[in-house]
Each structure stands twice: as structure tokens, then as C-alpha cells.
């Protein structure tokens, strides 16, 4: 193998430059030529393709984002897209594909290498919904961001004795919403996977007014049924009392935002680098992750089962220590 190609899809993550970065530089210190493909999928069909060295990867690892681009592409999904776009590899000479991204775009990869293309996947989305992995790529880099809002908000809520909603990133998956509730101190989680009734939460607020608390957190998943601005609403409309003033936060975007902490940057640059290693190997068809703590290749046919709601256990954990 002579040259190889790198997008970034999807969602971006803080550590998909840390990554990019990895692929050029283990690439060329394989012998690799690396080529660099702008705005993800959609960049493969369009032949919007960059040579990437060692100097056109500096100063970005510690830069949040992706500086290839990234896109969501419907066309990608077609049998029809996807052609055009192995005619594009073909073209250029490419003889294998790094792909990082997040479940969707590991299942394109996937499609790919189904067709006979050699394709490496490498995990990388602020979710942690990929079966298969521990954590992927950005993930810790967004608890720590949704965290700092949390307790920001925490101090200005015991100055008024306020009670907040915060809503964080997760349309199907709960993950984000857990751990940062459990590090932030929430005295309720509210996430997709487990039945929420906003009675139950109006009454956990009271009880937390009651038992005399300055202030209460309430974290919820933007996936879930009641959201922040739907709970916000229940609460402030349906409930004579609840003793603190209610306020609603939405941190959207923030949260995929900055630059990558040590963890995301030591796991992009691990994983991305096993990644080229394994093409280079002449192995396809999987994608890097952490997976019981190590750096490992898990089949991309992995990436098209849902993951599992998080362990009940954790959900338990969090309900025992709001008090
Ligand atoms: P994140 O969850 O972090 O946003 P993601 O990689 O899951 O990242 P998606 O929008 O689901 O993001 O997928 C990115 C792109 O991957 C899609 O726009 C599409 O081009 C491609 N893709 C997704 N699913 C498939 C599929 N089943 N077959 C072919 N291509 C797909």
C-alpha cells in the first residue's frame, strides 16, 4: 500500500484533529502518502481531496474541531453515492480509507468495505453510543465542558436559591447526561433509556427545598422525552409549589466545542495510530477503539448494533447519592 486517504464524519468531536494528525504522521513514518478528504463523505463523492505531510498537521492537537471538515451526507447512503465515491479512490490511486466518526459514519464505512474496499474505522463521537467501546474520542473532552457549566451554574443557583434544568447533548443516548449528573451532584438524571414522570421530579425538587438545600440540579438528555424546556414547563405550570424558582439551561453546542483534554488526546492519537497500522497491515473491515481498557479493532459490523443502555447500576448510583 502506497497511499491512503482520511475524513472526518458526522458529529464533530474535540480529538478529531488529534487524530487527523496521527493518521499523517504514523502514515508517513510507514512510507505512506497521505491524502486528506474535506467535508467528510460528502468530500469523498465531490473529490475534494488535500495531500497531507507532517507540516499540515502541526499545531492541531490541541485545536477542537476537525480542520478537514466534516458533513452529513444522504447521498453517501445510496449504493449509487457510494460508487462514485470508490470511483474517486480509485482515481486518486487510494488504496485504503481511514474513517472517523461516530456510529453512522462507521457504518458507512462499513458499506464500503462490504463493497471490497479497505476501510479502517476509528471511534470518535461526543455520545459514546458506539457498541463495542468504552469511550470514544471527544467524550471525555465534553464532560469536562458540560461539568465547568454545571458547577457555574450551581453557584449562582445558591446565591438565589434557584433550582436549574440543565439540558446536555444525547438524542438516544442517556451516557452524557449520567456521568455528568454523577459528577456534578444532580439531584435527578433524566435520560432516554429510563421512564421518567415529571410529577416525580417536581417532587424531588420540593423534598430538596425541604430538606433545606440552597440549590437543586436537574440534568436531562436532549433526547429524552421531557427535555428541559418541556420539564421546565410541566414543573412551572403544573406544580403550585416547589419551593425553589425554576430555570431552564440548554448547552447545545458548547459542549462539542474547545480544545481536547490529555485523555482525548492521548486516545485520538492511540487509536487513530493503530488504525493506519492495521491498514498498512492489509487487515479491513474494522475500527479502533477502547475496549476493556485496551487499544483494540473490533469488526465495523459492530457499529450497526444499538450499544446497551448504561449499566443500572450507575442509574442506582446516582439516585443514592441525591441527598
Ligand atoms: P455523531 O453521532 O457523533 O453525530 P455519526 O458518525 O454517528 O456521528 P451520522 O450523521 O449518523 O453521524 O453519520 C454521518 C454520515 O455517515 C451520514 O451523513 C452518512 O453520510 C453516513 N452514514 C450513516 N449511516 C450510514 C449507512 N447506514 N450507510 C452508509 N452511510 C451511512
Known amino acids: 500500500m502506497k497511499r491512503i486517504a482520511v475524513l472526518t464524519s458526522g458529529g464533530d468531536a474535540p480529538g478529531m484533529n488529534a487524530a487527523l494528525r496521527a493518521v499523517v504522521r504514523v502514515g508517513v513514518s510507514s512510507g505512506l502518502e497521505v491524502i486528506g478528504v474535506r467535508q467528510g463523505y ?43 465515491a470508490l470511483q474517486v479512490l480509485e482515481q486518486n490511486a487510494i488504496e485504503g480509507l481511514v474513517v472517523i466518526g ?12 462490504q463493497a471490497g474496499y479497505p476501510v479502517v474505522g476509528v471511534a470518535s463521537t461526543i455520545d459514546n453510543d458506539l457498541n463495542g467501546a468504552d469511550i470514544t474520542i471527544g467524550v471525555d473532552t465534553a464532560l469536562n465542558t458540560a461539568l465547568e457549566a454545571i458547577d457555574r451554574l450551581k453557584t449562582t443557583a445558591t446565591s438565589h436559591q434557584r433550582a436549574f434544568v440543565v439540558e446536555v447533548m444525547g438524542r438516544s443516548h442517556g451516557y452524557l447526561a449520567l456521568m455528568v449528573g454523577i459528577a456534578g451532584g444532580a439531584d435527578v438524571i433524566v435520560i432516554p433509556e429510563v ?3 415529571p410529577d416525580n421530579v417536581a417532587a424531588a425538587l420540593h ?43 440548554i448547552l447545545g453546542h458548547v459542549q462539542r466545542g474547545g480544545g481536547p483534554g490529555a485523555f482525548d488526546r492521548l486516545l485520538a492519537s492511540r487509536t487513530a495510530a493503530q488504525a493506519v497500522d492495521l491498514l498498512a497491515a492489509g487487515k479491513s473491515g474494522v475500527y479502533t477503539a477502547l475496549v476493556k481498557g485496551l487499544i483494540s479493532a473490533l469488526p465495523l459490523e459492530r457499529a450497526l448494533v444499538p450499544k446497551p443502555p448504561p449499566d443500572p447500576e450507575l442509574v442506582r448510583l446516582a439516585q443514592r447519592l441525591a441527598r
Open 207 to 249: 423534598d430538596a427545598y425541604v430538606r433545606g438545600k440552597r440549590h437543586a440540579m436537574v440534568v436531562v438528555a436532549e433526547g429524552a422525552k421531557w427535555n428541559a424546556t418541556a420539564l421546565a414547563t410541566y414543573v412551572t405550570n403544573h406544580r403550585d409549589r416547589i419551593g425553589f424558582e425554576l430555570r431552564a439551561t
Open 195 to 197: 421512564e421518567s414522570d
Open 102 to 113: 461516530g456510529n453512522g459514519s462507521l457504518s458507512g464505512a462499513h458499506a464500503l468495505s
Open 42 to 84: 460528502t468530500g469523498l463523492i465531490e473529490g475534494q481531496l488535500q495531500p497531507l505531510g507532517p507540516r499540515d498537521v502541526a499545531s492541531i492537537i490541541h485545536v477542537g474541531g476537525t480542520m478537514l471538515g466534516s458533513a452529513r451526507c444522504a447521498e453517501f447512503r445510496t449504493p449509487e453515492g457510494r460508487k462514485c
